[in-house]
């Protein structure tokens, strides 16, 4: 087995997608980089180039469907420029083969193709001894085979070859001469594979999954993955086993006392907390109380919001004394807004972990979960999610605030997806009518860390801000919407104190 400590790496120059492999492709060995059309094989082809020529390593494309023209056109649409040290060598069948009238009768075309095209591989490898190299495509040399024997006989003479001039090669395959020849599969050093959804709506998505690299520890699963200008951009799926340090316990505060007494002293570092009611009851103006509070300490923030524009949202938050236009304009807020039907889960994931280790965030919202399970592709699979990112957070030290609004407004309530024991404490927000009134409620209902009360409040908010009420201990069935009146008749809701 290939030491990994000692093994010496050709990084791909693909961001995530060198995390995957465990720092690159081991070098003077065969690959194979498969994927339907436009899953942007070509375009990690020319950052695997292009990274050796940084490197000051010469670099060869040997291009069988693709002309010179289009590959630098191709690099020209992400800025970049090809330099002298890669050459792109267009390799087609020879005039003489195209035309039928010098075709001979006795050799198949195909023999004579395949024979011509190998020579002229050979040819320009031994001229220019590159160190990477990349073959386009395999779809090519397996027509001209015409059978898997011999084309398997075919991809064994360049992996000899290849491997005799100490060249790390890239393979890339378009699967569709035939899409479930696994010949090469057997053959390459390692493979990976790129695949593009079509969801029902929104843009599409592409992820990719590394199904063999002999002697070496990678990432296995899927990972999403982006083309954009500048090439491709992965984002390895997250472990959060693999994260974690040390941080205080101490719990921290809303800034508003009655919020605190009721989650028995605040909240807690390294914990998640869901917010949950209905639309406008309240959640999202609690847990950015929480966010100014963090900044008040002189601590980091952010808030990822799915579901509302952020113009609108700062106006409607200045209102009730939050501004977090202020906040973010200061530094120690990153406020994103996100689409959920642009972006994919590992990529939101990603942005997630750079707001916590590289812009210091200690507290984070994410409103709505609704907007976040819009997407996944299933329920199972954003619970999964979920359950990663909540205890990559929670082994940060981060405190995580999570709102999701249930269908309905008042009586049955429903959820569009279960979370609550991935949660360290829920805090369960109502409508409820009196006294020809609509008011809400708060209480809170689980708290893994300490005590907390059990009472349920009256939540009042208005251009001052929130506040918590006094128990309503003279209402019976708040948490159904319609409850019954039990207490004296000149008494009135929050009448108790705090």
Do not use: C
Not at 12 to 39: A, F, I
């Amino acid at each position: 087995m290939i030491s990994e400590a000692a093994a010496e790496r050709a990084a791909l120059g693909v961001k995530g997608l060198d995390e995957v492999l465990g720092g690159g492709l081991v070098r003077s060995r065969m690959y194979l980089l498969e994927g339907t059309p436009g899953t942007g094989k070509t375009t990690i082809a020319l950052q695997f180039l292009l990274e050796g020529a940084r490197a000051g390593e010469t670099g060869l494309y040997i291009t069988l469907s693709e002309t010179e023209e289009e590959l630098r056109d191709g690099a020209a649409s992400h800025g970049w420029t090809i330099p002298d040290g890669i050459l792109i060598y267009e390799l087609a069948p020879p005039e003489s083969l195209l035309d039928h009238e010098q075709q001979q009768s006795v050799l198949y075309s195909s023999d004579l193709e395949l024979g011509e095209t190998t020579r002229r591989i050979f040819e320009v490898v031994e001229r220019l001894k590159p160190s990477r190299v990349v073959l386009d495509s395999l779809s090519e040399i397996r027509l001209l085979a015409q059978g898997s024997l011999r084309y398997r006989r075919q991809v064994l003479a360049l992996k000899h070859y290849f491997s005799r001039h100490a060249a790390t090669v890239l393979l890339l395959d378009d699967m569709t001469s035939e899409p479930g020849d696994k010949t090469v599969h057997s053959v390459a050093h390692g493979v990976v594979q790129l695949e593009q959804l079509a969801p029902t709506y929104g843009a599409e998505r592409r992820r990719l999954r590394v199904l063999k690299y002999r002697g070496v520890t990678y990432r296995g699963g899927f990972h999403d993955f982006t083309i954009a200008t500048g090439g491709v951009v992965a984002f390895p799926r997250l472990v959060s086993a693999e994260h974690g340090r040390a941080f205080s316990r101490a719990p921290l505060t809303s800034g508003i006392d009655s919020l605190d007494r009721l989650l028995g002293g605040g909240g807690e570092p390294g914990s998640a907390s869901l917010l949950i009611g209905p639309s406008g009851s309240g959640k999202s103006i609690l847990a950015y109380s929480f966010v100014r509070a963090a900044i008040a300490r002189g601590e980091r923030a952010a808030i990822f919001v799915f579901d509302e524009e952020i113009g609108i949202l700062k106006a409607r938050t200045r209102e009730m004394g939050l501004d977090l236009h202020a906040m973010q304009q200061s530094g120690a807020l990153a406020l994103q807004a996100v689409d959920a039907a642009e972006l994919s889960p590992g990529e939101f994931a990603h942005r997630v972990r750079w707001a916590v280790e590289q812009q210091g965030a200690s507290t984070v919202v994410i409103d709505s979960l609704n907007g976040y399970h819009a997407a996944m592709p299933d329920e199972q699979h954003l619970v999964l999610h979920m359950h990663e990112l909540l205890h990559f957070l929670n082994r940060q030290g981060t405190a995580t605030f999570i709102t999701l609004a249930q269908h309905g407004l008042v009586g049955d309530m429903r959820t569009p997806v279960d979370v609550t024991y991935l949660s360290d404490t829920i805090i369960l927000l109502r409508y409820f009518e009196a006294a020809g009134e609509v008011r809400r409620a708060i209480s809170v209902i689980k708290k893994r860390a300490g005590g907390h009360e059990r009472t349920i409040r009256e939540l009042q908010i208005d251009q001052y801000g929130i506040a918590v009420g006094g128990p309503l201990n003279r209402f019976q069935g708040v948490l159904r919407g319609v409850p019954s009146f039990i207490g004296e008749p000149a008494s009135l809701l929050g009448a108790d104190p705090a």
